[in-house]
């Protein structure tokens, strides 16, 4: 199947190739067509073929839009923490600015896909030394699908030469051809290590008298389980059982190199597609139950709790408060509503808002990372303590990841419920929110909850 003819190709090739050497830089290409449905886990697994450790996937809560990059065309990245957001911005911006792009939809065309570290003045560590603390990629190939319709985009440079050019055509075709029956190799998890669980008990109780003594009100802290295996992982089977089993959230991968991050998480940190732009508030947790009424009962403990309640209504506060310096209108619901999961259940309150300034996605990413539901509150003394506190080194766990298209529209997530894949070996990652009257093996067994999407996925026993 050849969907992007390659005259079509050649015509926009021959146009950058003018506009190149008029402005004396290389130019981007960007062609997308509407094509027939495809299966995104097809295309990914194809795409291990012609670019291994350069894929990623993204798919929103309701699958109604997918993602999924093979290649890189260009990098967009960050070493020094100061001003990444914007950094990043104008990166794309001054690349997207010049290029020739035909595209069907205007809701499909480049974007670029990535994430930000948690926090960039934490110490690092060898574990994440493939994931700067800003870094995006344009990918070469990008299967789109977009309430209901199929796209295919090509991404490729005036530099290319007309062989590379064939060569594309001829790699686009291959992608798309279906695989009758998937061979992936199989593994078995080994060993699974808890780092430090009696130190980081001990950690939540020495944060609770600092909070009873007035320094902050609330903090986030994490801890890390390692999981041995037999064999490599191989991501799709992975990828594939958090589509599945996780509903209700964002689904994502990103390799790099012989590494990849990947999870399942329900939290959304921003949105925006024009003026329009949406957050979520999700704090707040407890168990499901083991059959319909249970789950009722422990739900209605969850919209009770006092201590819950007054975890989500520090993040509530603060989104709000960074959406209305900037939005005309912000709403929110009066009281929580529950947000369940396969294995837990969230307080919940959607944001949406309307800006009337010109803002970027990048511009609300910063506004809003960290929120209270991850880092803590108030910001600066909960991010001085987890520098301080944490044995771990987050990487990318609980950092903004997403993606921006060439309006600078896009959507961010907040990467939690993941897990760092390194050959046969997998970093996991939970955090809870610490509150003055927070209890250290309580928070400990929340933890174990979170750990449940990964282990699972992973092939793991999650009642363990």
Known sequence: MITIPFDHIMGLWEEARSKSSFINQSVLISYTKQIEDQDPFTFFQNSEKYFPGQR???????????????????????????????????????????????????????????????????????????????????????????????????????????????????????LLKPISVKQLSTTSIVKCVEMDPSEWKQSISNVTKRISEGVMDKVVLAREMRVLFDNDINVLPVLEHLMEEQSNSYIYTFERGNDCFLGATPEQLVKKDGKNVQSMCLAGSIARGEDVLEDEEYGQTLLQDEKNIHEHELVVKMIRASLEEVCSQVHTPDRPSLYKMKHIQHLHTPVKAITTENKSITDFVKLLHPTPALGGFPQDVAMETIREVEKLDRGWYAGPLGWMDYKQDGEFIVSIRSGLLQAREASLFAGCGVVEDSDPESEYKETQIKFKPMLSALGGNPSK
């Open 56 to 174: 990623f996937f993204w798919s929103n809560p309701d699958h109604s839009h997918i993602i999924v990059g093979a290649g890189i065309t260009q990098e967009f990245t960050v070493k020094d923490d100061e001003n990444r957001y914007q950094s990043i911005e104008k990166q794309w911006k001054r690349f997207i600015e010049e290029a020739v792009c035909k595209y069907e939809v205007e809701e499909v065309g480049p974007v670029i896909f990535g994430g930000f570290s948690f926090d960039p003045k934490k110490e690092k560590t060898s574990l994440w030394s493939q994931f700067s603390d800003a870094l995006f990629i344009l990918p070469t190939f990008m299967l789109t699908i977009l309430k209901g319709k199929t796209f295919i985009t090509i991404n490729y440079l005036s530099d290319f030469n007309k062989l590379h050019l064939q060569n594309l055509v001829a790699t686009e075709e291959d």
